[in-house]
Each structure stands twice: as C-alpha cells, then as structure tokens.
C-alpha cells in the first residue's frame, strides 16, 4: 500500500507542479490553448492547486502508516470521478488526444489497483 500511496503522491505531485509553475504549457498541452493572463490564475488553482491535496495527503499517510485506507479511498474516489467524466467525453465527443488517452489509462490503472488495495484490506 506505501509503494501505490507513493507512486500516486509522485504523479500527483508532478502534475500539480506543472500546471502550478507552467499553466501557459500545461494548457497548451491539455486544450490546445493558449490562456488570457487572465485566466492564468484560474488555471493554476485547478490544474495545480487542487492536485496539491491528494500528493500531500498521501505522501503523509505513505510515510506516517496513518489514514492509508482513507488515502486510497480518497485516490479511488477522485480517479474514479475523472474517469466517468473522460468515458462520457468519449461518448459525447470522440476519442482524446495522445495526452487524454494517457491520462484516463491512467486514471483506469489508480483506480483498479486502488479498490484491489481496498478489498485486501482486512476489516477491524
């Protein structure tokens, strides 16, 4: 469980910092845009502020052996989250980029090995 709650924390955390440090690229990347000045700060929040959570929370819970069932409940939660909503956007919109078929396998890979995680663990 430490080793998936650390793999997580690194991707989250690489994420997080890429659109923290380089929103201008990372929507570049993402939508294919380039953002208002504007609209930079918005786009930090979301596309690195937010990501901030789920490193820190598991990094903590890897390192501390404290809230792991929590962290990968909180790991399943999210990815499952953004993996309904890329499967709908395959449906209503056609298939992604190079980069969003990455990120929902993914996704899909946090998600499946989180609830195996989470169905080994013994109930107390």
């Not at 924390?9 to 504007?38: E, K, R, Y």
């Not at 598991?58 to 990815?79: E, H, I, K």
């Not at 998600?111 to 169905?119: D, F």
Request: aromatic share 6%; charged share 10%.
């Amino acid at each position: 469980m430490q080793v998936y709650l650390l793999l997580a924390s690194a991707v989250c955390l690489g994420l997080a910092i890429m659109g923290l440090l380089f929103p201008q690229a990372n929507a570049q990347l993402l939508l294919h845009v380039t953002l208002p000045d504007t609209a930079l700060g918005e786009w930090r929040a979301r596309s690195g502020g937010v990501l901030l959570v789920p490193a820190c929370f598991c990094c903590y819970a890897a390192l501390t052996a404290r809230g792991q069932v929590s962290a990968v409940l909180m790991l399943v939660l999210v990815s499952g989250g953004l993996l309904c909503a890329r499967l709908l956007s395959l449906l209503l919109d056609g298939w992604p980029s190079a980069w969003g078929a990455g990120l929902t396998i993914l996704e899909a890979g946090i998600l499946l090995l989180g609830l195996r995680l989470l169905l080994r663990w013994p109930l107390h």
